[in-house]
Structure formats: C-alpha cells, structure tokens
C-alpha cells in the first residue's frame, strides 16, 4: 500500500509539475510532446489509485487480502500470483542492453535499421526461434511505427 501511495504522490507531481515545466513547447504540428509522457503517468496513477481502493476496501470488510497478494513470498515457495521478489537480473539485462543499443543506433544509423536490429534481437532473447516469424514481426511492427510516427502524428522520425 505504501508503494502505491508514493506512485501516487510521484504521479500528481510529474502531471501538476515536472511535465509541464520541463516539456518543450508544441511546436504546432503533430502530437505534444507532453501527450506520451502524460498518457503514461496517468495510467500509473488510475493503476496505483486502484490498488489502494482495492487494499482499503479489503480492509474494510474484515476480508483482508490473502498472504500471497500482501507479503513477500519465501524462495521457492507458493503458487507465484505475486512477482514481488522474483526479479531476475539476468533476464533485465537481456531488455536493457537491446534498448540502450536502440537510442545509440536512432542517433548513428538511423530508425528503420536500428529498431529492425532490436526486433529481431529482442524477440531471438525472448525465446523466438522461426526466423519467417521474426522478420516479418519485425519488419511489419517497424513499418506501422514509422507510418504513425510520420503520417498519422505527422511528426519526423527520429534520427539520421
């Protein structure tokens, strides 16, 4: 509950504060670029909002949450409804890199090469192995990136 809380401090201060202040101004075409930031933090903040109402309302009728939603699970133990402790830095590290390698390869080679590369090596990491499968993944989610980014936000895309 107390996660939530400071989620929803942090959520009314980067809508009330941080977003408008440190946002550029709307250059007149295209999206905001206030518009991504704030749809992002407002679902965090109807999400963390929820969980409290969830958490009060349980507590309220005597019908508390089960141990398995409200405590720290032991190693190895219980049915894993909750991810609470379960982080593997192994598989954080396989996300990591590929998108640190996107940013560096928008500003170097360009979007379509750069955001191919991480399609295709992002889904090998997850487990994909047809290749048919990943490249036409790959080249289809970065054909329909590119046709919103440009025409439907009419906004340039990024990089070279």
């Known amino acids: 509950m107390l996660a939530n809380v400071v989620i929803t401090l942090a959520s009314v201060l980067l809508l009330t504060w941080a977003i408008p202040v440190y946002t550029p101004a709307y250059p007149g075409y295209g999206a905001s670029p206030a518009l991504v930031p704030i749809v ?3 679902v965090m903040l109807i ?6 109402i969830r958490y009060v309302l ?27 402790g379960r982080l593997d830095i192994g598989h954080l ?21 750069s955001a191919l590369a991480f399609l295709l090596l992002l889904q090998f990491l997850v487990g ?10 790959a080249v289809i989610t970065v054909a329909l990136m590119y046709a919103a980014m440009r025409y439907g936000f009419g906004v340039p895309v990024p990089g070279n």
């Open 47 to 52: 999400m963390a909002i929820l969980a409290i």
């Open 128 to 137: 994909a192995r047809s290749w048919i499968k990943i490249v036409l993944l």
């Open 58 to 84: 349980a507590i309220k009728s005597n019908a508390p949450l089960s141990e398995e939603e409200s405590t720290y699970p032991d190693e190895g133990g219980g049915s894993g409804f909750t991810q609470v």
């Open 40 to 42: 992002a933090v407002s």
């Open 93 to 113: 590290v396989k996300f990591m890199i590929p998108a640190a390698l996107l940013v560096v390869g928008i500003h170097t080679i360009g979007y379509i090469p």
